[in-house]
């Protein structure tokens, strides 16, 4: 057996052995909770509990997988059979097996914030098309986030309008209109969007007894890392999963890190953790393992500003060195980026490699200037913000097609095929859409125990049942020859297989309609090679769906430096971290300044603390006085981040 003790502190320890039924570790950053979480499964699995009696709800599934490698080297077990993931990607698991006693059909597909923004403009075009612009509608965009903020609350979508939109109030009508049509549209289309798979699992808890009880006595625990920043539906799916007699529950998280208010989560959940479980046994940690002591210092002294949270002065474990945080002004936004690029330059020249370096920043565009000279300086970068790998159009043109293939009511996807035949627009789409609808509802009511992958679509979907215009007729039936050679004698090919395929079929379109199509194909590759193995389509689909922008498919090697949000690095750790745009209104942000709002000062300042909690031998902070270089530029003074540090726990430097 593992020496536990050996390499965890005694409070870690007490925490890992427990034999309280429900637990919670709150610490501050870096000082080992999901260290503590990862040993605790190893120390389960060691004490006989079944692999798959255990559930792991992390923030990204990569962290879950990279738990789980670590568990495997403890323990030398398997633990393969283990449930973890994200929340999202649990549900969906569950879902999976009963999304029918919801009413679904089997084989949902699910879909991602390009998809739900397609149906939601189709919808604003039905319901409000006449409005003008003095009108002010609100965009597809605004729709979605406050649909989303009311179901990851867990509030009634007026009361979020009144509060948080109240001039939208005069199209409330019209918005509740929209609102019910989305949600019988994505039921009709056989689809769940992100929120749905939430709030579908904890129906599918509250509602079905036996499941739940099924559950309970399955997961005898149930572990959450990061629980400061759960929302409403995932701090109630984990008490009814746990809720069971025999169910243990151990939640990490650190309140001073709950960072994604702003899409429903709450850090009461964490606040109130003793409430909601009256018996549970609360473990601090007040070592920090990651971080050389000025760099602790200056986080320890970042966080004290706020007024709300749970004091927590950590000690470091670490000592040696006295390099402090280093501060540079730059007269502006491209010689902040050159100064970058310059700096990971020199640190990689006395070998320190890319993967040990990041650049961190509140938001995507904050990026671009670094990109850019790290491309020129021929540094190898990842993004880990920006498009999720697979929102890109090309990758989403080829997946479209097995989406279809397994669930052929899936409208989005096949409208997206459909775009790509030419001279077909939208409306020829819908028209082409409505006639594939109905042959295929035809086809399933005359065979209900059938998939439609066991029958030609050539069969199904020839003429008279799909009329075309002759212009389109050879495209058409290139199509329905593709969808058949997707699913030979009824059996599907492996996924990595379809998706080859699919390329050879959209090679034409693509070459005509994307100009860098040689970086594209890249990515094409991409995909066939890391999800080759997958065997089923269903999970392929479903795995492709939930990726995260930090879930990102391509492997980074050495060399290569991450440039990430900050709210994407969350968890991580790299030995060397810039955080760039520190200038007052770009970070804070100006909008929360002008708010006035103490609970969102408090949160960018929680913001910045998880920032410079990342690094753990160097911390560089740069911002830019003049934002652009025309005459539009921006001048912003340092942030108040920077300017209320002790001046002593930093050096200046001049660019
Ligand atoms: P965050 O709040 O950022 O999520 P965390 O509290 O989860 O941080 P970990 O990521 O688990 O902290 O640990 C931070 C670093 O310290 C890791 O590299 C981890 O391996 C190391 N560490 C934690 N505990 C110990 C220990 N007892 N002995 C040696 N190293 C440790
Ligand atoms: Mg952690």
Sequence with gaps: MHDYAAELNAEQYAAVTTTAAQSLVIAGAGSGKTRTLTYRVAWLLEHGVAPWRILLLTFTNKAAREMLERVTQLTGADAGQLWSGTFHSIANRLLRRHAERLGYMPGFTIFDSDDQKALMKSLVKQFAGKMTKADRFPKPELLLSLHSLAVNTATDWHRVLSNEYAYLEQHEDIIEKIYNEYTAR????????????????????????????????????????????????????????????????????????????????????????RETYPQAEVYRITTNYRSLPPILELSNAAIAQNENQIPKDLQAARSGSHFKPVVIPAPDNRTEAAWVARRIDALMGDGIPGKDIAV??????????????????????????????????????????????????????????????????????????????????????????????????????????VKVAPAVRPHWNG?????????????????????????????????????????????????????????????????????????????????????????????????????????????????????????????????????????????????????????????????????????????????
């Design 186 to 273: 994505k039921k009709a289309l056989n689809v769940m969007d992100f929120d749905d798979l939430l709030t579908n699992l904890l129906r599918l808890l509250e509602e079905h007894a036996d499941i739940r009880g099924d559950l309970q006595s399955r997961f005898c625990h149930v572990l959450v890392d990061e629980y400061q920043d759960t929302n409403t539906p995932q701090d109630r799916i984990v008490q009814l999963l746990a809720g069971g007699p025999g169910s243990c529950l151990m939640a990490v998280g650190d309140d001073a890190q709950s960072i994604y208010s702003w899409r429903g989560a709450d850090v009461e959940h964490i606040l109130r953790f």
């Design 360 to 465: 961190l920043y509140r938001a995507h565009f904050h990026s671009m200037d670094v990109q850019m000279e790290l491309t020129r300086a021929h540094i190898p970068f990842r993004i880990t913000s920006g498009l999720r790998f697979f929102e890109q159009a090309h990758v989403k043109d080829v997946i479209a097609f097995l989406r279809l293939l397994c669930n052929p009511r899936d409208e989005i996807a096949f409208r997206r095929i459909a775009g790509t035949f030419p001279r077909v627009g939208d409306a020829t789409a819908g028209r082409i859409w409505a006639q594939w609808l109905a042959a295929y509802e035809k086809w399933a009511a005359a065979h209900p125990d059938t998939v439609i992958l066991s029958e030609p679509h050539s069969k199904v979907f020839a003429e008279p049942a």
């Design 479 to 655: 199509f329905l020859a593709l969808m058949d050679s997707l699913h030979p004698d009824g059996h599907s090919l492996l996924p990595a297989e379809l998706v080859r395929q699919v390329i050879t079929y959209l090679n034409p379109y693509f070459t005509h309609t994307y100009d860098n199509f040689d970086e594209r194909s890249e990515d094409l590759a991409q995909i066939t090679r890391n999800l080759g193995t997958e065997e089923n389509l269903e999970e392929f689909l479903a795995s492709v769906a939930l990726l995260s922008e930090v879930d990102s498919p391509t492997t980074p090697d050495d060399d290569t430096v991450t440039l990430s949000t900050i709210h994407q690095a969350k968890g991580l750790e790299w030995k060397i971290v810039f955080i760039i745009f520190l200038g007052e209104g770009q970070f804070p942000h100006k909008r929360v300044i002008e708010s006035g709002s103490t609970a969102d000062i408090e949160e960018e300042t929680r913001l910045f603390y998880v920032a410079v909690t990342r690094a753990q031998d160097q911390l560089y902070l740069s911002f830019p006085r003049y934002n652009g270089r025309s005459y539009d530029a921006q001048f912003s003074p340092p942030s108040r981040f920077l300017t209320t540090l002790p001046q002593e726990l930093i050096q200046l430097w001049s660019d």
